[in-house]
């Protein structure tokens, strides 16, 4: 493969305390009931409106959803580097790749603004092109992000591979028509991803090496 287009949360980065401390922390303010962090982990994976949506009592019926929703975006622009780091082996992994000459990007249903400033603060060295959630481009598992992705890197999906870690990341690959590696140390657990279509299932990063 020379293309490796990776998912974030949960495939690169540990985010999980970081999303669950900023999630409980408007949860609170609202006088919400909080949420554990395995309840988070069930509800990432859509996007960061959709965690609220299913953290909050009610989700977009909610009369005060905006207002939550606003106040979590606001507390996890500011602490989203709090806990956050890269899983055993990521940074190896992909220097080795840069090394190897491969093109990579980062495709992720976070919000734009935090995911160019984890990209740009852990992988800015190999990492060159991550797009976000943008009101003016459907997110994944539309294929729209991904294409986009490849567009900036000047290549096609041939020769291309996706990394993530979730059932809509299985998804977003089949809907671009290329092949989806799911990783075994993020949000999902083995059962999980088998039962939703997971074909090639790594558990380290450094097997990404050998594809």
Not at 5 to 34: K, Q, R, V
Not at 107 to 112: A, D, H, I, Q, W
Request: proline share 4%; aromatic share 10%.
């Amino acid at each position: 493969m020379e293309t490796f287009i990776f998912d974030l949360d949960g495939t690169l980065l540990n985010t999980l305390d970081d999303l669950a401390a900023s999630c409980n922390y408007a949860l609170h303010s609202a006088g919400m009931p909080e949420r554990t962090v395995d309840e988070v982990r069930c509800f990432v994976g859509n996007g960061v409106k959709k965690l609220m949506e299913r953290a909050i009592p009610g989700g977009l019926e909610h009369p005060r959803f905006a207002e939550v929703y606003a106040t979590f975006r606001a507390h996890y622009l500011e602490h989203n580097l709090d806990t956050t780091q890269p899983y055993p082996g990521i940074m190896s992994m992909l220097a080795e790749l840069d090394r190897r000459g491969k093109r990579m990007a980062v495709v992720s249903n976070k919000f734009y603004a935090a995911t160019q400033e984890l990209c740009a603060h852990f992988f800015g060295d190999y990492i060159h092109v991550a797009i976000g959630e943008r009101e003016t481009i459907r997110k994944k598992p539309a294929p729209d992000t991904v294409v986009e992705a490849m567009r900036q890197l000047g290549v096609d999906g041939r020769e291309a591979v996706y990394v993530g870690d979730s059932d809509v990341d299985i998804e977003t690959a089949w809907n671009v028509g290329i092949p989806c590696v799911s990783v075994l140390w993020g949000f999902r657990d083995r059962a999980f991803l088998l039962q939703h279509g997971a074909r090639k299932l790594i558990a380290s990063p450094a097997e990404l090496l050998s594809l």
